[in-house]
């Protein structure tokens, strides 16, 4: 067919909306390659460069908050674009954002954690941006192949940034342990995508959802089931859910604080976001006379599965006394919470998820900044160097109470927003599903509700030694523009979990992505 003037102008229409929604990603990367050149001007090496990466994020962050506007007031919703390998629909804004923010707040801390100097703050900015431009594509990725992209483009940054720490034996055995366990991962991810790719003639997640319909009329095959399983085993390395998640407590606690932070709470909440593309396309297209098919196969999995991820987690956090060691068990146990949203596959899980991450950031962030702050101030990262925190620092103390409690789900603090709308939706999925499915999600409720319980043990053995026990470890003073930051994450703990409704609402609009089948790819 030959290409006609008319063709040719709706294919630069087309390629010219998808360039505007992208233009975050492109301020990124723009921000990366800038940061590259700075390296070949000696006298640079000597500045700082973390505040410029931290400004070029934030006007990333700037566009995707404009884009959210837009939408809002024009009722435009973006959906698949560059012929449907990506689709930038409100869900992927939200997350984007999400991401974007992280960095911003990271990068602000770590200016100020002294982790690099200025020699390798262009190093260091590089290696976590482009990390978070892959997190970026993982959540609006609408192909196998963009998933498996971002994937890597996610997982080898972050491969380097955890033996970023130098002359430390810990750090390059945590690197080599990531790498190695994450090229396996990536393997096993890769070889489920190319069976499933061949099984259903196609990777974009339309074809592949399709393809699943045509699997619940007609039923599993080999093929399909091991290419599930293999896909499903990618997405729980990168979540750390249990049986994959072993490398997890070892390279939080070889890695610096402020990475831990990163490949808690922003690697998690892009995985986290790539599952739920995935299980939410293929629900859309299923007939609706067979529409419990997969929430009675794929979601129960994900459901036990989560309820295993947060049991072995929490019980795991119980015997540590390494302060990262025990907040990455903790983050095992929140993917776990986490994924019994997802499980549900459902718009109210979807919601949840996306309340469950905005409270998660302020929290898990704040919980790895005050680890940073102690081992500046103390030179370790232990439970003894926090004792007595509260005499040494009360406003450091204050800010970890409230980022554990919120963590625990006290109200009315964020993290009690985030469990108590991840429970109601197994509960509401308990009630409307019925039958077996529904007696797993009343038993999963149940099992998110005692793990609750259980994680008190941990998190209030670390508040009792910091506000009530003596100090043991030398104190030194520490910078003081940290606190800006562990301030404003502190407020944004307490105001998210005031301010629920509106928080509600905006990820209600997040999820209304998945309220409908969605449309075929241009």
């Not at 406003?395 to 108590?420: D, E």
Request: with cysteine.
């Amino acid at each position: 067919m030959p290409i006609t003037s008319d063709r040719l102008d709706t294919a630069r229409a087309h390629l010219a909306d998808g360039l505007t929604l992208f233009t975050p990603e492109l301020v990124v990367a723009g921000v990366i390659v800038a940061l590259l050149l700075t390296r070949l001007f000696r006298p640079l090496e000597k500045v700082n460069l973390l505040p410029a990466a931290a400004a070029g994020v934030a006007t990333a962050l700037g566009l995707v908050v404009y884009h959210w506007a837009a939408g809002w007031r024009d009722g435009v919703v973006g959906g698949p674009v560059f012929s449907g390998l990506v689709n930038l629909d409100t869900f992927a804004l939200f997350v984007r954002g999400f991401v974007l923010l992280f960095a911003v707040l990271l990068l602000a801390y770590a200016r100020f954690g002294g982790l690099p100097d200025a020699a390798d703050s262009a190093d260091f900015a590089v290696l976590l941006l482009g990390g978070t431009l892959g997190l970026m594509l993982m959540a609006s990725a609408n192909h196998l192949m963009t998933v498996f992209i971002g994937l890597e483009m996610a997982s080898l940054p972050c491969y380097a940034l955890a033996g970023f720490l130098k002359g430390r034996k810990t750090g390059s055995e945590a690197a080599l342990k990531y790498a190695v366990y994450g090229a396996a991962a990536s393997g096993v991810a890769l070889f489920g995508i190319s069976l499933l790719v061949v099984a259903f003639k196609g990777g974009g997640l339309e074809v592949v959802a399709r393809g699943y319909a045509d699997v619940a009329r007609t039923g599993w095959t080999a093929p399909v089931v091991a290419g599930t399983v293999l896909l499903l085993v990618g997405f729980a390395f990168k979540l750390s859910a249990v049986p994959f998640h072993f490398w997890c407590p070892d390279v939080f606690d070889g890695a610096a604080a402020e990475v831990g932070a990163f490949l808690s709470v922003a690697s998690k909440g892009a995985a986290v976001a790539v599952l739920v593309r995935f299980l939410m396309t293929v629900q859309g297209r299923v007939p609706r006379e067979l529409a419990d098919a997969f929430p009675n196969t794929l979601g129960l999995a994900v459901l036990i599965l989560a309820g295993v991820t947060a049991t072995v987690g929490n019980l795991a956090a119980l015997t540590q006394t390494g302060l990262k060691r025990m907040l990455a068990y903790s983050t095992i146990a929140h993917a776990g919470y986490m994924l019994l949203a997802v499980g549900v596959m459902t718009p109210a899980g979807v919601s949840a998820v996306c309340v469950y991450l905005a409270g998660y950031l302020p929290a898990n962030l704040g919980a790895f900044a005050v680890v940073a702050a102690v081992r500046n101030a103390t030179g370790g990262e232990t439970l003894d160097h926090a004792r007595g925190l509260l005499k040494r620092d009360p406003g450091l103390a204050v800010c970890l109470v409230l980022f554990l409690l919120s963590l625990l789900g006290l109200p009315p603090l964020a993290g009690f927003a985030g469990k108590f709308q991840a429970f109601a939706a197994l509960y509401e999925a308990g009630v409307d599903r019925g039958g077996e499915l529904g007696v797993a999600c009343y038993i999963l409720l149940g099992v998110g509700v005692v793990n609750t319980a259980i994680s008190a043990g941990y998190y209030l053995r670390v508040i009792r030694a910091a506000v009530l026990d003596e100090p043991t470890a030398d104190w030194r003073k520490a910078g003081e523009g940290g606190g800006v930051v562990l301030m404003l994450l502190a407020v944004a703990v307490v105001g998210l979990g005031v301010a629920w409704s509106p928080l509600l609402e905006l990820t209600q609009r997040a999820a209304a992505s998945f309220a409908e089948s969605p449309l075929p790819n241009p």
